[in-house]
């Protein structure tokens, strides 16, 4: 194992301007402001413009990441971005959004997906490729448009998602027990069906008549993943905790994947740690997938949240199923 820590340098993020509210969805579909905030704590999301692709967010968060760690694109030579909403399927959207923000061409650019989880395992790729010392500077995205693949007909599902970026910029130090303390990623491959998009891949490539039923939209069986989230991101945190000798209470904040209040309260009670240890922001933004804990980490950053020497932990779940946690010393 390498000696050498990774360390945040700097957080940026970005929400698209329109604002879809509760009380909007109730005039598209048969729910209620009401339904939605007992449910789940989401009051609005935020909605992309048709002509914004994923990297068209992603990139505002890289530009507001790199200006907080004083470094400039030319500094970058790993991107990295997590996403289920590429601009494109090939190329990938850390292309596009190299080209964008002017990154070197001698860089490493690519795409990662492990849909909510993704921003964790983007974080532990890029530490694990800084660690090995071929890469100085990465830049870490998680960006989702998923009101691309959103079914605005099913008000099981468009109530829940929303659109955002967040990044950080990743560097190497050699402070000892600061940084990246280690991760904790794991997948259960045998419920893929459980929350998916089930066309328009090259098992079932669409067709009209496929997409006259959208289906490469987002479909979800919403009670059994609200179960298994609660399980899977508890576990992972319970298991990052272990791993590090880490007491719960020990924890200054905790940043969990932003995708239902009530998922978020019931780690709180299972961890025995009150919610003002956690960072919470999905009445804001729904689920943005890869893109929520970032969002959250740069917001509680700024807001005073996160100070030097706090332990934090981040914890998700996703499609998949995968699930994964991290332990950060500020
Ligand atoms: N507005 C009004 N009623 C709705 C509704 C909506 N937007 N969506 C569903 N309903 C209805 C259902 O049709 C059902 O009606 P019925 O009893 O007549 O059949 C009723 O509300 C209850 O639905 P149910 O699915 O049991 O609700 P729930 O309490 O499980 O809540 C979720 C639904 C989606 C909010 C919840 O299951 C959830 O949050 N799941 C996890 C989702 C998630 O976070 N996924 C991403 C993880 S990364």
Redesign the pocket.
């Known amino acids: 194992m390498s000696t050498r820590s990774t360390v945040i340098l700097g957080t940026g993020s970005y929400a698209p301007e329109r604002i879809l509210s509760n009380d909007d969805l109730a005039h598209m579909v048969?729910?209620?402001d009401e339904?939605?905030r007992t449910?789940?704590g989401i009051r609005e999301r935020r909605i992309a413009a048709p002509d914004q692709a994923a990297s068209d967010l992603a990139v505002p968060a890289a530009r507001r990441a790199l200006e907080d760690a004083g470094l400039t694109p030319a500094d970058i030579d790993l991107l990295v971005v997590a996403t289920v909403t590429p601009d494109t399927p090939m190329p990938a959207c850390a292309c596009f959004v190299q080209q964008k923000l002017g990154v070197p061409t001698h860089s490493a650019c690519f795409d990662l997906n492990a849909a909510?989880s993704g921003f964790l395992y983007a974080l532990d790729t890029a530490c694990a490729l800084l660690g090995s010392g071929r890469y100085r500077k990465a830049l870490v995205i998680g960006v989702e448009k998923l009101s691309s693949v959103v079914d605005w007909q099913d008000?099981?599902t468009c109530?829940?998602f929303g659109d955002g970026a967040g990044a950080v910029v990743v560097g190497c130090s050699d402070e000892p027990g600061r940084g990246l303390l280690g991760t904790c990623l794991g997948s259960d491959g045998s419920s893929t069906e459980l929350?998916c998009i089930p066309r328009g891949g090259s098992r079932a490539p669409s067709t009209c008549e496929s997409i006259a039923a959208r289906d490469h939209c987002i479909r979800?069986k919403?009670?059994e993943?609200?179960k298994l989230?609660v399980r899977g991101m508890d576990e992972a945190a319970r298991d990052i905790l272990e791993q590090h000798a880490v007491r719960a209470d020990q924890i200054s904040l905790v940043i969990p994947?932003q995708?239902?209040l009530r998922?978020i309260e019931a780690i709180s009670e299972y961890l025995e740690l009150p919610m003002e240890r956690f960072y919470v922001n999905v009445e804001r933004f729904g689920?943005t997938s890869a893109a929520s804990i970032p969002l959250a980490l740069d917001e509680a950053r700024r807001a005073g949240r996160i100070r030097p020497g706090d332990l934090v932990l981040l914890v998700a779940?996703?499609a998949g199923l995968t699930y994964g946690s991290a332990l950060i010393r500020w």
């Open positions: 048969d729910t209620s339904w939605i449910r789940t909510c008000r099981t109530v829940l929350l979800m919403g009670k993943v609200f989230a994947h995708a239902n998922i689920n779940f996703g």
